[in-house]
Nanobody
Framework: QLQLVESGGGLVQPGESLRLSCVAS????????IGWFRQAPGKEREGVSC????????SYTDSVKGRFTISRDNAKNTVYLQMNSLKPDDTGVYYC?????????????????WGQGIQVTVSS
């Protein structure tokens, strides 16, 4: 069964950058789309970004467009989320999730596999 582990979170100041990694084990990421989600305290979880297995389809929520970049290295079973120009509103627990894409494009409506999440805090 596919398992996902996030890393790369932490505490940064506004304007700084972080790169999150999502490493998969138990299965390859062939034909698997990966999504990044986040949940801020007291708020619902929201989709941040998505990438299909080939990288040919990506999506971003409006608030991160131009600042975040999703990418993947299937040989390493890893998906990245490069986050630049971070803002306090980007604070939250970030999760990666996986779903067999069956030819779909991003964003996917549902995800079957989830990581445990990692904290990102943007504060001065």
């Amino acid at each position: 069964q596919l398992q996902l582990v996030e890393s790369g979170g932490g505490l940064v100041q506004p304007g700084e950058s972080l790169r999150l990694s999502c490493v998969a084990s138990g299965s390859t990421l062939d034909y698997v789309a990966i999504g990044w989600f986040r949940q801020a305290p007291g708020k619902e979880r929201e989709g941040v970004s998505c990438i299909t297995s080939s990288g040919g389809s990506t999506s971003y929520t409006d608030s991160v467009k131009g600042r975040f970049t999703i990418s993947r290295d299937n040989a390493k079973n890893t998906v990245y989320l490069q986050m630049n120009s971070l803002k306090p509103d980007d604070t939250g627990v970030y999760y990666c999730a996986a779903q067999d894409e069956y030819g779909s494009t991003c964003p996917l409506p549902n995800y079957d596999y989830w990581g445990q999440g990692i904290q990102v805090t943007v504060s001065s």
